[in-house]
């Protein structure tokens, strides 16, 4: 029986030059809604650890870790997470593309459960959590998980 590749294996090429480019220049960390939940982070007087194994039986890198609670905060982007609300399935490669967000989504959910299992709270935001108006909310999210676990 032939085993099938992984959806990073089977990835299609590149259209053309600009879509490569773009694609390249995609961040896995330190994007601009992750400054921004470090800058309200820092406002609040949190101390975490940004980009870092949580817990190194769940082999997964979390966007903030805040140890004492323990808390962990994914923040998703709207695209490569699937958002419900913004991601539409690009024209192109179209199969690939929906099967690539099933995927992720399944991991997220797996790596969630799995540090859960370990006793970390875990909040995941969605990059359209982070503008101005709704950071606050998020970071009062963060203190209430916090109390709670104190």
């Known amino acids: 029986m032939k085993r099938k590749l992984s959806i990073r294996a089977r990835a299609p090429c590149a259209v053309n030059g600009r879509v490569r480019r773009v694609m390249r220049a995609n961040r896995s960390f330190g994007t601009r809604v992750e400054l921004a939940m470090r800058e309200a982070l820092d406002m609040a007087g949190l101390t975490y650890r940004a980009n870092e194994i949580a817990d190194d ?10 140890d004492k609670a323990p808390v962990c905060i994914f923040v998703d982007g709207c ?23 099933e995927d992720n989504r399944r991991r997220d959910r797996r790596k ?28 009062a999210r963060v203190l209430r998980c916090i109390d709670r676990r104190a």
């Open 79 to 101: 695209f490569w997470h699937g958002c419900p609300t913004h991601f539409r399935v690009p024209k192109v490669n179209r199969a690939w593309w929906s099967e690539k967000m």
């Open 112 to 139: 969630s459960a799995a540090l859960r299992r370990r006793g970390w709270t875990v909040i995941r935001v969605w990059e359209h959590d982070l503008d101005q108006r709704s950071i606050a909310g998020v970071v």
């Open 57 to 66: 039986r769940v082999n997964c890198r979390v966007d903030f870790v805040l």
